[in-house]
């Protein structure tokens, strides 16, 4: 298996690709060629003509949840590949927000994408065989104990009725690699260590990587939107799971990589456009 990191919201300086607040990565897979994610513009696109990623020859794309950061980019994918299914959970189209302090922010899929390209989307529920070794995954597990810190994301119903999001929206890819299951996850929002459990659960086998964001950030002055506690009690239960490589980004945040790195050790790794991973 092979990973091609079109975008991530860091680039090496000088490798002449352009980073965005956002992700979506190329992923060729025993014989398959998928797209997760597409980056909240069509920067992604760029970004896979340098890097020699055919996105015309992508068969299927993955919305891993409906987030304008990881949906948007399909504007430009949509003008590029004119066969490719994108598969999404059901409400992946919703009006979905974040609460900044003065104003709500909507931060769901672009109106027009979801609109004019709505033949597009296929939704799946449940556990959904993908590919031979590559399955979409609901979340099922809910441990408040590892449930995602982010307090500010809702979804809103009616006028002004705002509610928490639930994250059923959201979902993981997970692909078979030479030494274990791979679990893409590209912001986790109900907690990594809730989804890899949900994942060995539904598919009755151990996980050897995690890729994808955590999101751990938050833009006040600690840089994170959990405790320091919080991110060791995931570092050592993705561990005591099994977990042997953590590959993350986007919405971690640099304090919170800083600790996992220091509390899960060497196998955890920085993503950043232009990444190429092998598993």
Not at 28 to 51: E, I, P, V, W
Not at 105 to 112: E, K, L, M, T
Request: with cysteine; proline share 4%; net charge negative.
């Amino acid at each position: 298996m092979k990973v091609t990191v079109l975008m991530e919201n860091t680039a090496p300086q000088g490798c002449g690709l352009t980073p965005e607040h956002g992700l979506s990565l190329y992923i060729q897979h025993r014989g398959h060629t998928l797209l997760l994610d597409a980056g909240s513009s069509g920067k992604f696109a760029d970004n896979a003509q340098a890097l020699g990623a055919e996105l015309s020859a992508v068969e299927a794309a993955i919305l891993s949840h409906g987030h304008y950061d990881h949906a948007d980019g399909l504007r430009r994918f949509f003008q590029v590949n004119d066969r490719a299914p994108v598969y999404v959970r059901p409400g992946a189209g919703g009006a979905y927000f974040a609460k900044d302090p003065d104003a709500y922010r909507f931060i769901g899929v672009g109106r027009d994408i979801w609109e004019d390209s709505r033949k597009r989307f296929i939704e799946v529920e449940g556990l959904y065989p993908l590919t031979e070794g590559g399955w979409l995954v609901p979340e099922t597990v809910h441990d408040p104990a590892f449930a995602g810190q982010a307090a500010d994301l809702l979804l809103k119903r009616g006028e002004d009725d705002f509610i928490p999001d639930d994250y059923r929206h959201e979902q993981s890819l997970v692909l078979e690699g030479e030494k274990g299951l791979v679990v893409f996850n590209s912001c986790s929002h109900g907690g990594i260590v809730n989804i890899v459990r949900g994942v060995r659960e539904q598919l009755g086998r151990n996980i050897f990587a995690v890729v994808g964001g955590l999101h751990m950030f938050s833009r006040g002055k600690s840089g994170m939107n959990c405790s320091s506690e919080y991110v060791s009690q995931v570092a050592r239960a993705l561990k005591e799971s099994g977990v042997e490589e953590i590959h993350t980004g986007h919405c971690t945040g640099e304090m919170a990589l800083s600790l996992l790195q220091e509390y899960f050790g060497p196998g955890c790794h920085a993503l950043a456009t232009g990444q190429v991973l092998n598993f």
